[in-house]
Each structure stands twice: as structure tokens, then as C-alpha cells.
């Protein structure tokens, strides 16, 4: 991997929820566990050496997130593949250091992948979208990109996602150019990634407490909001029977779907900055 002129190294954000280092299973292979303030998935039937690694979390985790893995799983081994919903610093706060430990494939959009070969950085955190603490203090996040040119591959073309089968991915784009979620038919598991998540993540009281409700992607760092809409339009539009994502607590069922339905219709009142809406 190419050396940068900036990394996480010395970013330590003194964030942290109730569900800290906790995870819960969705159906038998899917487990979603919160590193300070974010989920990251893991894929895979306890006990499988067969399994992904879905998004990295925040900077300084590489241990815990391979302790929770080795919980998880019984065993020390390496995931098949890491398979990123965006490239978010606390997306892939912790990337760098597991490509040190696993020589594995990462997955991303190409949209997305400017921002993981070197190339591009993101904006920096939008501070006047209000909310609270953590959209005000949002403009001294990491904001760069990084480099794992040597890893990094494109998600075919199909909407196959590899490693995980029956699995598609869905281009979800507002939050970032080339965020994604996945879908499985099958049984209707989402994982949504930032396209909406389940806490008002701007609200740092709220983000504390893990207060579940709908809300839209992260408003400090989402870059399109003409997109974001349509995302969550085409989300809901897949009747998903329960949905992981990068903030808060899953939902479910009627919850879900009564909660996708609002933030559709409402999305400008829910989800829109006040910064950005028409007056």
C-alpha cells in the first residue's frame, strides 16, 4: 500500500454508545456488532471458515474487531473478502491495519474507489446542517481518502457480491458517489449501510443512548441529497424484512416497513439539513 501524506493514526474520537462491543445475530449468518459508534457485519455461519467482513469501523479497532471476528467464528482465520458499503473514515477507520494482518480482496463501488486508491478526499464534515455535538464537531473528522490500491477491486458488474451468495448489491448513492447496501431476496435482509440509518447520528445524547429511529443518512458527511432521497426511495421499494445499518439498532418488520414508508414521504422534513431546505 501506497504511504499517504495523512491516515487515522492519531485520530482518537472519544465516541461511544451503550451497544459498544456488543452484537446481535440476524437469521443464522448474519451478526452485526457496534464499534464505538458504528456496525460492522460479519457474514457467515458460526464456526465457518467461510466468511466476509463487512465494513472496518473506526480508527485504533484492528484488535477488537478481530476479537469479536475470532468470538464469532471460534477460530483466528481471515475472512474470505472485506466488502465495503463506502469509504467513510469510520467505515474504514481500521481497513489498513486488518490488510496488514489478512491479505484478503476488498470490495467497493467504482464510484467509490477515487477515495480508496489515493486519489480523491472527501469534503470536509458539514458543521451548519444543526442537529448537534457531533454534526458541529464533524469538520475535524478525517475526511481523506485513503490508499489500498493494492487490494481493491470493483464489484462486478452483475450486482453479485462475492463470497456472499444469493446476496446483490444495491447502488445507493447521496451519502457518498459510490455507497452501496446489500439484499438478500431471499429473506429480506438489508444491510444499508448510511443510505438511512436508525439513530439521529447527529445528536450526540441520542447516538449515546442508541435511541432507535428512522432517520436519514448522516447529514454532516452526505455529499447529494437529491440522490440520498432516491436511495431511500429504492430501499423501501425492496419490502425488506429487517434492516442493518451503519448507525443504531436493526429493525424490523412492521417497525420497518412503517418507518421506511414515513421517511419516504417525509424525507424533506425527516432527513433534509435545515440548510437545505426551501423556505
Known amino acids: 500500500m501506497k504511504p499517504l501524506d495523512s491516515d487515522f493514526s492519531d485520530t482518537h474520537l472519544p465516541f461511544f ?28 455461519i458460526p464456526g465457518s471458515r467461510e466468511w466476509v467482513l463487512i465494513d472496518c469501523g473506526m480508527p485504533h479497532s484492528k484488535q477488537k474487531i478481530m476479537e469479536a471476528a475470532e468470538e464469532r467464528f471460534g477460530h483466528r482465520g481471515k475472512p474470505q473478502a472485506i466488502v465495503l458499503t463506502h469509504g467513510h ?56 481518502g485513503i490508499d489500498v490500491s493494492d487490494r481493491i477491486h470493483a464489484l462486478p458488474e452483475n450486482g453479485e457480491v462475492p463470497f456472499m451468495q444469493g446476496w446483490r448489491w444495491v447502488h445507493t448513492p447521496g451519502h457518498t458517489p459510490g455507497h452501496i447496501s446489500l439484499y438478500r431476496e431471499l429473506d429480506g435482509v438489508l444491510v444499508a449501510g448510511d443510505a438511512f440509518v436508525t439513530v439521529k447520528q447527529e445528536s450526540l445524547y441520542r447516538v449515546v443512548l442508541q435511541k432507535k429511529e428512522i ?49 419516504v414521504e417525509q424525507f424533506d422534513v425527516i432527513a433534509l439539513p435545515a440548510n437545505r431546505k426551501r423556505h
Open 17 to 44: 454508545s451503550v451497544n459498544s462491543g456488543k452484537g446481535r445475530a440476524v437469521g443464522k449468518d448474519l451478526y452485526y456488532w457496534t464499534n464505538q459508534i458504528v456496525n460492522v457485519c460479519f457474514y457467515g
Open 89 to 144: 473514515f469510520d467505515h474504514v477507520g481500521s481497513l489498513e491495519p486488518l490488510l496488514e494482518e489478512w491479505d484478503v480482496p476488498v470490495y467497493a463501488h467504482e464510484l467509490e474507489i477515487p477515495y480508496l486508491n489515493g486519489e480523491r478526499n472527501y469534503p470536509k464534515g458539514d458543521p451548519t446542517v444543526d442537529g448537534g455535538l457531533v454534526s458541529e464537531l464533524s469538520p475535524f473528522y478525517p475526511h481523506h
Open 215 to 263: 432517520s436519514g443518512p448522516p447529514r454532516y458527511f452526505t455529499m447529494d441529497w437529491e440522490a440520498a432521497k432516491e436511495s431511500v426511495a429504492t430501499l423501501s421499494n425492496l419490502k425488506p424484512k429487517v434492516a442493518v445499518t451503519g448507525h443504531g439498532e436493526a429493525m424490523a418488520g412492521d417497525e420497518l416497513e412503517e418507518a421506511l414508508r414515513k421517511l
